[in-house]
């Protein structure tokens, strides 16, 4: 089955500076590959999502890349802020079937003001 | 913005001692999911839900443990008898269609087997 490998485990960043979260993935029919915010006392949330066959999508601050060859995708967070101060998890699905997901571990990410 | 809940937040029990964990997917979702995360290690995918049955299932998912939809709003798991090992936090999900970017995911009820 797929894993999802993920880190770092935790990370630190000044308030306006930029943080980088790395997966990999041994699944090479993932195709799907969200990110998740969790925010204590919540659950999981979808921030941002990649698919196959797009190399990198950005949305305001956040943005992701895959690269495919290599089995790894990452989340760039720039002018980081105290709200983005939460857990962040990677996973990877694949589709067809009922689409069960495969998370990383889960960075827990650090604004300082 | 609907959201999925989940009750308990918290729940202890005895080792032995039967579970029930409860969830309230969003309203016109169709596709239910329990996720669990041990402290420290990865959220990991226990069972899918559609149509009055389970659709997947995973080896963590044994005889111990069952799934129902008694009203058609609740969505529950049963823990049978309880280990020390099913100590976790328990996430439900739920979505319209089939696809992962449509799960909403609860806050989680954190189990504690003593």
């Known amino acids: 089955g797929e894993n999802v490998e993920q880190h770092p485990s935790t990370l630190s960043v000044q308030e306006g500076d930029s943080a980088v979260i790395k997966c990999t993935y041994s699944?090479?029919?993932?195709?799907?590959f969200p990110w998740y915010k969790q925010e204590l006392g919540k659950g999981p949330q979808l921030i941002i999502d990649?698919?196959?066959?797009?190399g990198e999508k950005k949305d305001q601050r956040i943005a992701v890349t895959l690269n495919k060859t290599a089995k790894h995708f990452s989340l760039h967070i720039t002018e980081t802020q105290p709200e983005d101060s939460a857990v962040y998890f990677c996973?990877?699905?694949?589709?067809?079937?009922?689409?069960?997901?495969?998370f990383g571990i889960g960075t827990k990410l650090q604004v300082i003001p | 913005e609907p959201e999925v809940t989940q009750t308990p937040s918290h729940q202890v029990t005895q080792m032995g001692q039967e579970v029930i964990l409860r969830c309230v997917p969003i309203?016109?979702?169709?596709?239910f999911y329990w996720y669990r995360q041990i402290l420290g290690q990865k959220v990991e995918f226990l069972v899918s839900?559609?149509?009055?049955?389970?659709?997947?299932k995973s080896e963590i998912f044994d005889d111990q443990f069952s799934v129902e939809r008694p009203d058609g709003s609740n969505f529950t798991l049963k823990i049978r008898s309880t280990k020390l090992e099913d100590s976790a936090m328990y996430f439900c999900?739920?979505?319209?269609?089939?696809?992962?970017?449509?799960?909403?995911f609860g806050p989680g009820t954190r189990l504690t087997v003593t």
């Open positions: 839900f559609y149509n009055n049955e389970i659709s997947e």
């Open positions: 996973a990877a699905t694949t589709s067809g079937g009922y689409q069960k997901v495969t």
């Open positions: 699944d090479s029919a993932s195709n799907y």
């Open positions: 990649i698919r196959s066959n797009v």
């Open positions: 999900a739920s979505s319209q269609g089939r696809h992962a970017y449509e799960q909403y």
């Open positions: 309203s016109n979702h169709l596709y």
